[in-house]
């Protein structure tokens, strides 16, 4: 058996708590181990905060800088979120229609660091390891949520779509509490 579903949210703060609570039922019910379920919520809360604040025009939605609140301009007032739970992976899937991700993170391909697929159960989920992000200066703050998608998950594409926006994808490999209903 396998879990999929895509909600279609709308760009406000409100929505990040509520794509995490949904996620964290489907897994409970679904019997996956609790950390693995912590380390994807925390990543899609991250995902989705990231929709919320870069994922439309601001101008659209009100005030520069607000947090979405106001009226959703239909291009640009909302984002999804798609999970699919079969077997022994998670994969989320979060899109906005932003303005999309700067050229050199979209370009750059996102793996762990070759600490973590050392110590991965499954190495071959982990392609291509790289050595984390240096330190960027005057923008340490910006891009802190991605660098923790990388580290909570075990393989992340960072995409454009060219006129739609943004796109992060993320898997993990799952563990099953004993007596789980969609074990692998």
């Excluded at 929709?51 to 439309?56: I, L, M, R, S, T």
Aim: hydrophobic share 35%; aromatic share 6%.
């Amino acid at each position: 058996m396998s879990i999929w579903w895509s909600l279609h949210l709308r760009r406000e703060a409100a929505s990040v708590p509520l794509a995490r609570r949904f996620l964290l039922g489907t897994m409970e019910t679904a019997g996956v181990d609790p950390d693995i379920s912590f380390d994807l919520s925390v990543a899609l809360s991250e995902a989705c905060a990231n929709a919320v604040e870069h994922g439309g025009d601001r101008t659209a939605l009100g005030e520069s800088g607000d947090f979405g609140y106001g009226h959703p301009a239909a291009d640009s007032g909302q984002y999804r979120v798609t999970a699919y739970l079969d077997g022994e992976k998670c994969r989320i899937e979060v899109s906005d229609s932003g303005p999309g991700f700067p050229a050199r993170r979209a370009l750059r391909p996102a793996a762990h660091s070759v600490q973590q697929s050392q110590h991965s159960q499954h190495p071959q989920q982990s392609q291509n390891p790289q050595q984390p992000l240096p330190p960027r200066g005057a923008e340490a703050e910006s891009g802190r949520g991605l660098d923790l998608i990388q580290q909570l998950s075990d393989h992340v594409q960072f995409g454009n779509r060219p006129g739609h926006g943004a796109v992060v994808r993320f898997d993990k490999v799952l563990k099953w509490r004993e007596g789980a209903l969609l074990t692998a």
